[in-house]
T-cell receptor
């Protein structure tokens, strides 16, 4: 089955710096890669997604890149703010399932 | 507010007991997904229903079962509970049959504590 690995598990940055979270997936048939943000006490919420026919997608301060050959995809957050502090999950579709990575706890210090 | 409602929010019970978690999807969504989130763990996929029918199964234990009713709400039944079943259980819904057909909207979860 599909396996999604996510690194790092924790990430601390200074406000204004950039943050990068990386994921790898195992099944080349996966074609949909969303990123979710989970704030304390809440359910995960979609922040950006990318499909396998696209290499990069941006939405204001966040961007996602996909390397299908290497089966890697990454989340980039620029100009981080304290409200970006949360747990971020990558995911990859596999058949009709959505398989999640283990999460990255991002802390942005003022 | 995602529009997905989960009840109860918190539940404390003893080993060996049985509990039922309830999920009401967003209006118009036909798919319901159940995920388990243990401490320091990611989201483990349990099961998915689409318009009342089971569509996919993940690592769901035999002691667990689920169903989606005609009004599209879903219930996850956990029986013969063990300490290791303590976790946050999330329900998510989407319009289409698979994750690539639309965003998954998550509820706020049901926190189960087994003592």
């Amino acid at each position: 089955g599909e396996n999604v690995e996510q690194h790092p598990s924790t990430l601390s940055v200074q406000e204004g710096d950039s943050a990068v979270i990386k994921c790898t997936y195992s099944d080349s048939a996966s074609n949909y890669f969303p990123w979710y943000k989970q704030e304390l006490g809440k359910g995960p919420q979609l922040i950006i997604d990318i499909r396998s026919n696209v290499g990069e997608k941006k939405d204001q301060r966040i961007a996602v890149t996909l390397n299908k050959t290497a089966k890697h995809f990454s989340l980039h957050i620029t100009e981080t703010q304290p409200e970006d502090s949360a747990v971020y999950f990558c995911a990859a579709s596999w058949r009709v399932k959505l398989i999640f990575g283990t999460g990255t706890r991002l802390q942005v210090f003022p | 507010d995602s529009g997905v409602t989960q009840t109860p929010k918190h539940l404390i019970t003893a080993t060996g007991q049985r509990v039922t978690l309830r999920c009401s999807p967003r209006s118009g969504d036909l798919s319901v997904y159940w995920y388990q989130q243990s401490l320091d763990q990611g989201l483990q996929f349990l099961i998915q229903y689409y318009n009342g029918e089971e569509r996919a199964k993940g690592n769901i234990l035999e002691r667990f079962s689920a169903q989606q009713f005609p009004d599209l709400h879903s219930e996850l039944n956990l029986s013969s509970l063990e300490l290791g079943d303590s976790a946050l259980y999330f329900c998510a819904s989407s319009v289409g049959e698979g994750p690539g057909t639309g965003e998954l909207f998550f509820g706020e979860g049901s926190r189960l504590t087994v003592l």
